[in-house]
């Protein structure tokens, strides 16, 4: 069952708390103004489909999007949401103009469209799954950290400064991973690239987990650094 809440762009609505119930979706061009709790039920969906306003905006105790439902974001300004906040649901930044990607926690994030801004300065956290889609991403100043408790897949892609903080399940790549900052795999956590490589200009290393690699390349990993981590070259068979 789907819902409009009508209104011309730059209107805005107020809310409370707001709660769309198990399988409801609602879509707005209105800019949503939270003042309590944002819940999405299984199964929900919210399409803010305005795309020259923000989306969502904090009037003082908006915290955190409960619920697992899904947050499709339109809007092209450069704070389509509150950032610094706790996302337990799936938040799709779907526009295929660029968009800009604000710091905070999300469970699921999907950032498939266009080309894509990683926020300056602060980080941005993924517990569950990381979708970047095809467009390009400007990664400058961004710390992007995978903090989930059960296993997770680092996106193959430029990263400025990349954290593994998930120290309860084998962390693996989906392909070639490049860090051009610093790179953080903290203690316990297990980065497994299997075949493959890890490049970069890294600037540094922090953390005391374990880096594994199977990769044949003459350079799997950046030569000339020095590594706080435990490096393991564990390829079975054949030379490495």
Known sequence: MGFWIHGNAGQSQTFGNLILNTGITVNSSRTFLLN???TLNSG???NMT????????????FISQLGTGTLNLK????VPVPSSRIWFGTVNY????????????YNNLNGSG????????????VTNTFTPGAGTYTVTG?????????????????YNNLIVSNNSATVTTSGNIVVNGALSVNGNVILDLA???????????????????????????????????VIQYNRATGGQ
């Open 114 to 125: 266009g080309d894509r801004i990683l926020n300056n300065g602060n980080t941005i956290r």
């Open 142 to 158: 961004n710390i992007f950290e995978y903090n989930g408790t059960s296993s997770q897949t680092i996106v193959a892609m430029t």
């Open 44 to 46: 929900s969906t919210l």
């Open 36 to 38: 309590g709790d944002l």
């Open 195 to 229: 075949t493959n490589t890890l490049s970069g200009t890294l600037i540094s290393t922090a953390g005391t987990g374990i880096i594994r690699t199977q990769s044949t390349s003459p350079t799997p990993l950046p030569s000339g650094k020095i590594w706080s981590q």
């Open 50 to 61: 305005g795309t020259s306003v923000a989306n969502l905006s904090n009037l003082g105790s």
């Open 94 to 105: 779907s526009s295929t103009s660029e968009q800009g990607i604000v710091n905070g926690n």
């Open 75 to 78: 809007s092209t300004v450069a």
